[in-house]
């Protein structure tokens, strides 16, 4: 993406006149000066305005400013961006903005959610990077900003000779932005990060959902499991009782259901049982009472006949008193309580004879009840005897119809089989997605080896530039995207070196990085991270205080001002694009307007007591 600063400005609080600084495009724009002016504060100027939620800005520069203001081009649109300053420490939300050049004097005219949403869509954050996969499947849970891809445009002096940093997420916010550096450089590279981190997401969310689809299907087979065993139950409970034949074989559920259902319909017998019990109780009680009836009689006849037996008894054992009286009267002692005995002996005799003489003849309805009952006796029993017979069968029966009944109540009541359906075309999709996702990552693997690959030849280029490393003149870079560093493999050798020596060496590493970091993307015409890079001070490895440098520094600096020069050169002749560098320094102006850097461009020096802030300024 091209960007072009044209301009940073500041309008004080005493009302002074507006200070304005002019950058050149295509240029090595430089701000070089002494110590404690102000230099470092021009990137913190740049990052605020573009909205930055914290201050960098130091106080005894925001103190003397009422506002920032900057002027830039982004591709083809001209755009300025002011911002009040901040106060006691925290960021302002007055803003202004316009698609011309700054004001005289700003006034608040927008929002700083309008302006990011602006420079959002021309950084080329749209729904296709945010919803790498349509916004139906949702955007990933990475919120990306414009500002993350500040974190390649500025090579500050915090890291700039760093062994093990190369990019300043302190600056930006440490947490926020070391969480998002790997993500963010994979898609600066040309690898879209977005699409894998979304990818994943999306595995997730689908694995869930197919889980969800899996539960439902094996407690549809549970179900099911649980409906056929419960019918085979039942089909086997009516094998069991002869209700269906036992060589018949179980088909299937439904099958089996009808089958048994038939067979419930067609055994419907209205058996009528409630006379049965009935008649063999009265029967049973009319045996009783007829049995007692004929006992009463017999019992009555065996008293009868007793009763004969012991008058007749009693009369054979009076007739020698007859035979007294009649032949051997006489004889008897003559006395009044003989006779009187003999007397009433005799009289008892003719008694019992008289009785014996009066035949009494039983009454002839007993003897015809006893016949009738006898009858009626053998009759009953018959008859109870055949419904003690119909009432045996019929609780063989009866059990069998109560066993019917209990299969049609469990018939009627067979666990509910109403499986929920499955929408095998959602599944097949479902599947299919994941299929398409699984394969994201190996591509994007390969795509990441391809990009990593470029982006080490676009770096090496630039090192191969350098003449300040002899000891390492032939060596091999690689860029470790799992540390973020660049390393350096010596001619002959497998591993990469620990340690490449003095804060100078890892100064020109980081230059090579940015730079051929910037090379690689606009090689594959990436558009989200600005043609445009910030450099604090490269001389800070050798600075001591006066501009008194060895040979030896001297020439290593001078050194990587070429670097920086012929890349320019490169992007512009070779490359047919544009670039744009902004570069605070020590150095004196001589270092490049007398080793002929054509590219390079003086915007101001900061000498003599001269800063960002002016003495006037400093001094109301």
Sequence with gaps: MRFVLHEIKLWFQNGDDPKSYKFLADRVNVITGDATTGKTSFWSIIDY???????????????????????????????????????????????????????????????????????????????????????????????????????????????????ETYFDTTFYGKTEYDDALTHIFNLIIGVNDMAIIKAKERLVEIEAELKKIQRQQNKNVRKQKSFESSVLALFNRCKQYNFIEYTTSFRDPEWAISFMNDIVSTNKEVIQNSNLFEEIENLDKRRIQIQSEVNSIDRYQRELKSYYRNLKKSSDSLQPIEFLNSKLSDQLVDSYETRVFVDTLEESLQKIKASLSRKVTPSPEPSGNLAELKKELEDVTKRLAELLEIRKDYFSRGEKFMILGEIKHALQNLPLYDPKPIDEVQLNNLNEEKGQLEKIPAESSQIKHNMRSMLNESIQRNFNLLNSLPAYQNSRIDFNPERMILQLYPEGQLFPLDNVGSKSNYMFMHLCVYLGLHEHMINIEQTHVPQFLFIDQPSIPYYTGDNDKGNDDKTKLLDAFKLLNTFLEYIIVDKQDHFQIFMVEHAPRDYWENNDLQYFHTVDEFINGKGLIPNNVYSS
């Design 49 to 163: 305005c573009l909205l930055s939620g914290k201050v960098n800005i130091a106080n005894t520069i925001y103190e003397k400013v009422e506002w920032f203001g900057i002027h830039l081009s982004v591709d083809d649109k001209e755009v300025s961006i002011a911002r009040k300053s901040p106060k006691r420490g925290t960021v302002a939300a007055d803003v202004f903005f316009d698609s011309k050049a700054l004001p005289e004097t700003p006034e608040v005219n927008s929002t700083i959610p309008e302006i990011k949403t602006f420079l959002d869509a021309e950084f080329g954050i749209d729904d296709s990077l945010r919803f790498p996969f349509g916004k139906d499947l949702g955007q990933s849970s990475f919120n990306i900003s414009y500002r993350h891809f500040l974190l390649f445009n500025s090579l500050t002096e915090t890291v700039i000779g760093a062994p």
